[in-house]
T-cell receptor, first 115, second 111 residues
Framework: EPEVTQTPSHQVTQMGQEVILRCVPI?????FYWYRQILGQKVEFLVS????????KSEIFDDQFSVERPDGSNFTLKIRSTKLEDSAMYFC?????????????FGPGTRLTVL | ELKVEQNPLFLSMQEGKNYTIYCNYS?????LYWYRQDPGKSLESLFV?????AVKQEGRLMASLDTKARLSTLHITAAVHDLSATYFC???????????FGKGTLLTVNP
């Protein structure tokens, strides 16, 4: 069964460093999303991406964040200068265009720890 | 701004008992999702509810949607230990169906 994959599973970085989180969405999906979950809290929407551009972003997704689809398979989230409060689990999700369900399938997540 | 409220946030049950988790949301939506999350793991899709009056069942879990009341319920029947997890409801909104999640219900089923 197709699934969303994410790498790395765990990333530890120093405050102020840049990180890139990688995702491979399900191959025939066209909508892509990033969410984050701070430990013990709810899942929060960061950004949605369609047709090679951001379609919606939340207040959390400030200038330090960017997303890219560098090739036909990868979808990346970059944090330019990490802060302590960026420590969270980051989930990538994808959904298929044109289905009534528009169900989003989530990857296993990347746990980001900023020291 | 869409708000999603779940209650209870914590639920400790005995095996064999029944209980219901409630999910209220603030603005009109015709797509509601229930997810399960085990500690340190990703989100597993349980149910997708698309229309008013929709009811879906899988094993000991049954979900329903009342779009007029903006309420969904997740009913647990004869709970077993394996159901221990955090359950999230999420409501789709916006042009790209971004999900707004509730805070989650941490369910613990005790022998």
């Amino acid at each position: 069964e197709p699934e969303v994959t994410q790498t790395p599973s765990h990333q530890v970085t120093q405050m102020g460093q840049e990180v890139i989180l990688r995702c491979v969405p399900i191959s025939n999906h066209l909508y892509f999303y990033w969410y984050r979950q701070i430990l013990g809290q709810k899942v929060e929407f960061l950004v949605s991406f369609y047709n090679n551009e951001i379609s919606e972003k939340s207040e959390i997704f400030d200038d330090q964040f960017s997303v890219e689809r560098p090739d036909g398979s990868n979808f990346t989230l970059k944090i330019r200068s990490t802060k302590l409060e960026d420590s969270a689990m980051y989930f990538c999700a994808s959904s298929e265009l044109g289905t009534s369900y528009n169900e989003q399938f989530f990857g296993p997540g990347t746990r980001l720890t900023v020291l | 701004e869409l708000k999603v409220e779940q209650n209870p946030l914590f639920l400790s049950m005995q095996e064999g008992k029944n209980y219901t988790i409630y999910c209220n949301y603030s603005t009109t939506s015709d797509r509601l999702y229930w997810y399960r999350q085990d500690p340190g793991k990703s989100l597993e899709s349980l149910f997708v509810l698309l229309s008013n009056g929709a009811v879906k069942q899988e094993g000991r879990l049954m979900a329903s949607l009342d779009t007029k009341a903006r309420l969904s319920t997740l009913h647990i029947t004869a709970a077993v230990h394996d159901l221990s997890a955090t359950y999230f409801c999420a409501v789709a909104g916006g042009s790209n169906y971004k999900l707004t999640f509730g805070k989650g219900t941490l369910l613990t089923v005790n022998p």
